[in-house]
């Protein structure tokens, strides 16, 4: 009660926050006269100059007012569009580092031009995140004009680029690119060899364009770049032959809720027997250890066949299996399901199977943009997240006001008992908007669902427009031109579309249709004019019938995607309305306890094609997808704590390998491997504390053998001789070690000695990272059994994966030594053939997968020359054997400069 009242009086934080930041915008409005009097040369001019003032000292805090007042006028004289005080304001949030929720149609691709260009002034280069090519290529194109007129670079990433031209657009001061690019630059970066191969900066400052669905949607599953396993495709295909045999409840039961499905103890027998008569289990039973292969087949076969649909989930098409994604209806060509899962999918499809794969490098979107300095996003909707985007990310939402008010008219939701009766007062609403020229979008929740909405519509003579996955290519056009006069538009979730839908229709899009190239430039402007003058006049009818009308067929589970499929409508003040149809047979109101709500309404004698409008309603629907987006946050939440353990790490790897690749001189970090390696092998053969008798001099010279190729005649006398200790066998073994190491120096070189070590270093630490990838998989796949023996399986996973990590440590230094004590070069051409072998590693084809996503990974040679600023240390360079800086008394290279 108080702090209702509070809110009353002072306003809520998200008010405060605001009324703040008023002072700065009236301070770059002041700024608009005097900049309007500058020529263009004096307006670009301002660059170098505040260039020159961050170099002096002022920070971009203390320019902000300036610049953003000349990226506005800028904006005015380039693109003839000036930057609202909510723009400006959407402006000041970004920078600072925060969310700004900006309403559809209020210009955030313009609001972006202000943070961009006054961080880009470091010189550190900024990214803005999109969600596909397309819009990373329109934005790029479109806000680079007022960055190349005030005297900035700007690149863009996009699929099928190579190498050179990858750190030709990191280099830019202003980068566009997909969240997907990003992440796999940054992972293929961490596979390279020399500093000059590496295409990115350091992650310095980005914007995520559709935060929502970058952060919170595509949280759950990792980017993944992978190499090709073994053939084991005929496989998949027999398993799936035996699923149609087993019944639903009868052999295997289905959580919707958790999206599982588990067998039955009938349904296991059922599918041993089977296996067994089809000759794939040889002997045993179905649990035996030798048939854990068999389990995983037989469980993602039952997985694509009971869980995933068809037109919901995935399509085909040309023969693929294409995954679909929930939240946007995209098509996600490239992307895999992973752990065998899209392989189960193609054997259902009767598709050629592709082969499975091997993890080489991996991170979740969580924590790669995590990594950068500073993170800032917009999007329409992301108010219902803001614990989940403060708890991770430590990202705040702030909640800007529109432009001019919103005067859309959001109806109550109409229930109705059954589908048929909610799609048939669907299609007589749409008929009634469709007979008076409302235009009309009606959203749906998958592919399926808006064909079948499509047939009923062309069965009742209705003219309408589709955007699905199937037509994805038309996606722009259909969506700028759903605003048309008695325009009928049916549409998959509207996430991350990136076209607004203007009343009217769009005049560009139709300029750029409709006028053909050939026409010569003096009839332009007349035709122009004509089709811009219709737009306005079609745009004034419109807005008379009652603008854009928002119809959907189901409520999403996440409140979200609801939002965003109603922001279509009452852009920047526009008029408009929406209502949502349901039926108790809809997958949120089945699963969440519709069925007492079905027996009370028939008790209540609601009758056939009669519907429930109320309030109430609303309330109890929105409560359910609150429950949902909860427990969707706590799987995030829990993936994410796992992905923590990998991702410290990863980071540890990955800024052992940056260092690794920036030294020339690995000689020091070598020898003192060695010598480690070589204290240790003493002490555990002969402890200071043990007797002449117990000393295990055979275990000693074996070692020694195997580790650094050194054999010492006479080893065995030395138990008998006087006045030998450990100490001195220890002296005597480094001499021995030595003298063989400078004869190999000698014997190869100094300059191709210095060669191996940073290559072999290198390839030994990938091709254990490798491994270790793949033992950390299989210790999370089975850690979740140690809670019924009573134990906290995090805990259990955090003590094992630490384990494993410094055996993997460990396993890196002898290797290296290993290797370098015993590999032979005897020919210039062998040195040659190490290059070429290390040229064509790089150039293997790789898989990359969200969650599996199959491509070739193009990688071009490194360039000439590396234009980027060189990674420099902060501080003196501690050397290896002098005392670690972070005071524990131990030696640097045993304390924090281990190789670690």
Not at 168 to 178: F, H, L, Q
Request: hydrophobic share 35%; glycine share 6%.
């Amino acid at each position: 009660m108080f702090s209702t009242l509070a809110r009353k009086i002072f306003g809520s934080r998200n008010d405060r926050y605001l009324r703040k930041l008023q002072g700065v915008i009236d301070q770059i409005n002041s700024l608009e006269a005097d900049l309007e009097k500058l020529s263009d040369d004096a307006l670009r001019g301002q660059t170098d100059l505040f260039k020159r003032r961050l170099q002096e000292g002022e920070t971009v805090d203390d320019l902000l007012p300036e610049a953003f007042a000349v990226v506005r006028e800028a904006s005015k004289r380039v693109l003839g569009m000036r930057h609202f005080d909510t723009q400006l304001l959407g402006g000041l949030v970004l920078h600072q580092g925060k969310i700004a929720e900006m309403r559809t149609g209020e210009g955030k691709t313009l609001v972006a031009t202000l943070p961009l260009y006054l961080n880009a002034l470091t010189g550190k280069g900024v990214h803005l995140v999109t969600v596909n090519d397309y819009l990373a290529q329109r934005d790029a194109a479109w806000m680079g004009k007022i960055y190349r007129f005030l005297g900035m670079s700007v690149g863009v990433i996009i699929h099928g680029l190579d190498d050179d031209e990858r750190r030709e657009a990191y280099n830019s001061d202003i980068t566009y690119g997909t969240n997907n690019e990003f992440g796999f630059d940054f992972l293929r970066d961490n596979m390279k060899f020399t500093v000059a191969e590496l295409v990115q900066r350091p992650l310095h400052y980005a914007i995520v364009d559709e935060v929502d669905s970058i952060l919170i949607d595509e949280a759950r599953t990792p980017l993944i770049i992978s190499g090709p396993t073994e053939d084991n495709t005929d496989k998949y295909y027999r398993v799936d032959r035996l699923i149609p045999h087993l019944q639903k409840l009868v052999h295997f039961t289905i959580d919707e809720k958790s999206r599982t499905v588990v067998f039955t103890e009938e349904g296991s027998e059922l599918i041993e027997n089977l296996l067994i008569e089809k000759g794939i289990i040889k002997s045993g039973n179905l649990y035996d250890i030798g048939n854990v292969e068999t389990v995983h087949h037989v469980n993602q076969a039952l997985r694509a066949h009971a869980l995933f649909e068809k037109d919901r989930d995935y399509i085909v098409k040309d023969g693929e299996v294409v995954i679909i994604d929930e939240f946007t209806g995209r098509m996600m060509p490239g992307r895999r399901y992973s752990d065998g899962l899209h392989q189960a999918l193609e054997a259902k499809e009767h598709v050629i199977i592709q082969n499975e794969s091997q993890t080489l490098a991996s991170i979740t979107f969580q924590n790669l943009f995590r990594l950068y300095n500073k993170l800032a996003g917009m999007t329409g909707t992301a108010d219902t997240e803001a614990s989940e985007f403060e708890s991770i990310y430590r990202l705040e939402v702030i909640i800007l006001p529109t432009h001019r008010p919103m005067i859309r008219i959001d109806h109550d939701d109409v229930v109705y008992r059954t589908h048929e009766e909610k799609l048939v007062a669907i299609i007589e609403e749409v008929r009634d908007c469709f007979e008076r020229g409302q235009p009309v979008l009606v959203g749906t929740i998958s592919i399926e669902k808006s064909e079948e909405l499509s047939k009923r519509l062309r069965k009742e003579k209705i003219q309408h427009t589709v955007l699905n996955a199937k037509y994805h290519e038309k996606e722009a056009e259909i969506v700028a031109q759903a605003g048309r006069k008695g325009a009928v538009t049916i549409a998959t979730n509207m996430a991350g579309r990136g076209t607004d839908i203007q009343l009217g229709g769009n005049p560009d899009m139709r300029i750029a249709r409709e006028i053909a190239e050939n026409v010569p430039e003096e009839e332009r402007p007349a035709l122009e004019a004509a089709i811009r003058a219709e737009c306005a006049a079609e745009k004034a009818e419109v807005i008379a019938l009652g603008g854009l009308h928002i119809l959907s067929s189901e409520r999403h589970e996440a409140r979200r995607i609801d939002n965003q499929l109603r922001g279509r409508s009452g852009r920047q003040g526009d008029p408009g309305s929406s209502r949502f149809y349901l039926s108790l047979q809809d997958d949120l109101m089945r699963i969440f306890g519709s069925e007492r709500m079905d027996g009370m309404l028939q008790k209540l004698g609601l009758q056939e094609g009669e519907a429930i409008i109320h309030p109430w309603i609303n309330r109890a629907i929105e409560s359910a997808q609150k429950k949902v987006e909860g427990r969707n946050f706590d799987i995030r939440k829990n993936l994410l704590k796992y992905d923590d353990v990998m991702n410290e790490q990863r980071k540890v790897v990955y800024e052992q390998r940056l260092e690794i690749m920036q030294q020339e001189d690995l000689a020091d970090y070598i020898e003192s491997i060695r010598e480690e390696l070589l204290d240790a092998l003493v002490a555990e053969s002969v402890p200071e504390t043990a007797l002449p008798e117990d000393w295990q001099l055979d275990l000693l010279q074996a070692n020694l053998l195997r580790q650094f190729g050194v054999h010492i005649n006479g080893m065995a006398a030395w138990r008998d001789e006087d006045g030998v200790t450990s100490h001195i066998i220890l002296e005597r073994a480094r001499q021995a070690m030595q003298t063989h190491i400078q004869e190999r120096e000698e014997r190869l070189g100094a300059t191709l000695m210095r060669y191996l070590e940073k290559s072999i270093l290198l390839q030994v630490l990938d091709s254990l990272w490798k491994e270790h990838l793949l033992n950390m998989d299989h210790l999370k796949e089975g850690i979740h059994l140690r809670g019924y023996a009573q134990k906290d399986p995090l805990n259990e996973y955090k003590r094992e994966a630490f384990q494993l990590f410094d055996g993997m440590l460990n396993r890196i230094k002898e290797e290296v030594v290993e290797i370098l004590c015993r590999i032979e070069v005897s020919r210039q051409e062998e040195v040659e053939e190490l290059e070429a072998e290390r040229a064509a590693q790089r150039d293997k084809k790789l898989s990359m997968h969200h969650p599996s996503y199959q491509e070739e990974d193009e990688e071009g040679s490194p360039g000439e020359s590396d234009s980027r600023t060189p990674y420099r240390r902060e501080g003196e360079k501690v050397g290896r054997n002098a005392p670690c800086p972070c005071g524990s008394g131990k030696k640097y290279k045993q304390c924090c400069g281990q190789l670690a």
